[in-house]
């Protein structure tokens, strides 16, 4: 059963990369990231904007960030995006 689960989840993943889904983020420095990829365990994360105006400043502060790239395991990635 766990690697049914892990199957449906890393199908999950692969979705909300090619919806180019956007998700709060405590690993990025503006608390908002998209994943661009998988490799077996690990979710490739990129830095984007936040979209709400209270964290303007994070956006101004941390600009330099906007479109690096860090890896979370790939299932703290799914809590992220789908809890």
């Given at each position: ?7 449906q989840?890393?199908i ?5 990369i ?6 709060s983020?405590?690993g990025?420095p ?5 994943i661009?990829?998988?490799?077996g365990?690990?979710a490739?994360?990129?830095v984007t904007e ?6 303007r400043?994070?956006?101004?502060k941390?600009?330099d960030?906007i479109g690096?790239?860090f890896?979370l395991?790939?299932?703290?990635a ?6």
């Amino acid at each position: 059963m766990n690697k049914i689960i892990k199957q449906q989840d890393d199908i999950d993943l692969l979705d909300a990369i090619k919806d180019g889904r956007t998700f709060s983020c405590n690993g990025s420095p503006t608390c908002q990231a998209k994943i661009i990829g998988l490799r077996g365990g690990v979710a490739v994360l990129e830095v984007t904007e936040h979209p709400e105006s209270y964290m303007r400043d994070y956006n101004i502060k941390y600009a330099d960030k906007i479109g690096n790239t860090f890896n979370l395991p790939a299932y703290i990635a799914w809590n992220a995006i789908y809890f």
